[in-house]
């Protein structure tokens, strides 16, 4: 009985990320003085998705960066990244859910997370007027 006991309370715990932090993270694009840029968020987890800055966005986890490209008429090109790193709680699972909870928020993504906020900037070109 002890041993069913410690083996529920083994699976319960295991995937603590996934269950506390879970498997999507909400995050900002903001492109500073060039607001209604069209930006474009690629990477291995997200594939890829089109917003309009300023921007809020909901994304699956993963362990790829986001790299970020921007566009708007009478700016340069602006590029960046939405750096991802391991979730603190991913060191205190492998002590109390062992290999099977970091597995479980491996394979989903959960140990994972994304800068909150991201800043793309994008120079002027002097002298353009932007077309109507």
């Known amino acids: ?28 694009i ?17 594939a890829s998705q089109t917003v309009i800055t300023p921007a809020t966005i909901t994304v699956e986890k993963g362990m790829d960066n986001i790299a970020v490209q921007c566009r708007k008429e ?13 979730e603190a709680m991913t060191a205190g699972n492998l002590l109390v859910g062992g290999v099977i909870g970091l597995g479980v928020d491996a394979a989903s993504g959960a140990m994972n997370k994304y800068s909150p906020e991201t800043g793309i900037f994008m120079a002027p070109i002097p002298g353009c007027r932007a077309s109507a």
Not at 30 to 46: D, E, F, K, M, Q
Not at 74 to 83: H, I, R, Y
């Open 30 to 46: 903001h492109t500073p003085g060039a607001h209604g840029a069209r930006c474009t968020l690629s990477s291995g987890s997200i």
């Open 74 to 86: 009478c700016f340069q090109d602006g590029t960046g990244v939405v750096v991802s790193s391991m």
């Open 1 to 28: 009985m002890l041993r069913l006991a410690a083996l529920l309370l083994f699976v319960s715990i295991a995937g603590c990320a996934t269950i506390t932090r879970g498997t999507t993270q909400t995050i900002a």
